[in-house]
């Protein structure tokens, strides 16, 4: 994944310009180091999703034009290159343009592929495209809200009759159990030691009641504690119930207005014997299939969810229950999901979620309501 451009959200119906200088120091300067892009070229699940995705399918790309959403090191850019496109845009808003463009060269692939400096936003291509290849996923697929660029791409520069790549998505949930709601209650509470420590010291050694600001700071380690999702790559026994598919996404045909919030309502059933629901985790998977006049010769699927061998650099999102609940087989539980964009800061996310369960006994648990950040 590179970065294409500043972004926008389209609520009430107009763009919202996003302050470019603020969101370059937020989230593009990342990707401007090769420690980060090596990173994700070390995802081997991802890496081989989209090289099979284009050598699979060369059809799609023998001479034909292309544009790389956030091209990165320009690997995807190269591959459309080496599956016979006839030419290559890849669009990069940051400085890894320049090492893309070295790449490109060191690949002897200079005449097919062109390195753009630029954001998706602004720049201007000399011809509608073929393919828009973009690998715009971010944690729990949306945040970092990349897509937004890929969409103004693809309703810019793609050809009627084109091809999306990845074309579809879908973001999933499933109840879990983990060892980490214990751990992170721990931690809120040796912070909330701690600070009831400090506050005693300043008063005793310096004079100053520190007090009144003891309910700020405890609202504060409680939203980084408990109320913040966590990156984890869970293994598959600590999915305790039946997954859900909360959003599915048509990358052809996907509004910026249909991303801005996500709400879901789910059934899950508890598949685990006597166990403790800790909290839900979300991930997401990919499709490359083509479109329905065009259609991929083999359909390559990039998935995310909980592996043993298969985890990737995205793992899971997880959203932990302080505290957790007793549950066992049988158990039914209906949750309400929401997430919606961040109003301080558009790539991240807020969340929502209740829950009610219904033992296999009939009876109804005390409903669950929680708020979460995905930073």
Known sequence: MGSSGDRFSAANGGAVVVDKGV????????????????????????MDAYYNSIFSNKHHFVGKTVLDVGTGSG???????????KKVYAVEATKMAEHAR???????????????????????????VDIIISEWMGYFLLRESM??????????????????????ARMWMAPIRTGLTNQKKCDYDGAME???????????YYGVDMSVLTKPFDQEQRKYYLQTSLWNNLHPDQVIGTPA?????DCLTATVNDLLQVRATFSSSITAEDTRLCGFAGWFDVHFRGRKENLAQEEIELTTAPSVDNGTHWGQQVFLLHPSVRVNKGDDMIV????????ENH?????ELGCEIRQSSGRLLQPIKCNFYIE
């Open 194 to 204: 701690d600070w009831h420590y400090f506050v005693d010291d300043t008063k005793n």
């Open 75 to 85: 690997i995807l850019a190269i591959w459309s290159a080496q599956a016979g496109a």
């Open 147 to 168: 897509f937004d660029s890929v969409i103004c791409a693809r309703e810019r520069w793609l050809k009627p009759n084109g091809i999306m790549y990845p074309s579809h």
């Open 102 to 128: 070295e790449l490109v060269k060191a690949n002897n692939v200079q005449d097919v592929v062109e390195v753009i400096e630029g954001s998706m936003e602004d720049v201007t291509l000399p011809e509608k």
């Open 23 to 46: 969101d370059f120091a937020n989230y593009f300067c990342t990707y401007a180091f090769l420690y980060h892009q090596k990173e994700m070229l070390s995802d081997r699940v991802r």
């Open 336 to 343: 309400n999901f929401s997430m919606s964009r961040s109003k």
């Open 347 to 351: 790539r991240l996310m807020d969340v």
């Open 245 to 249: 598919v909360i959003k599915e996404i």
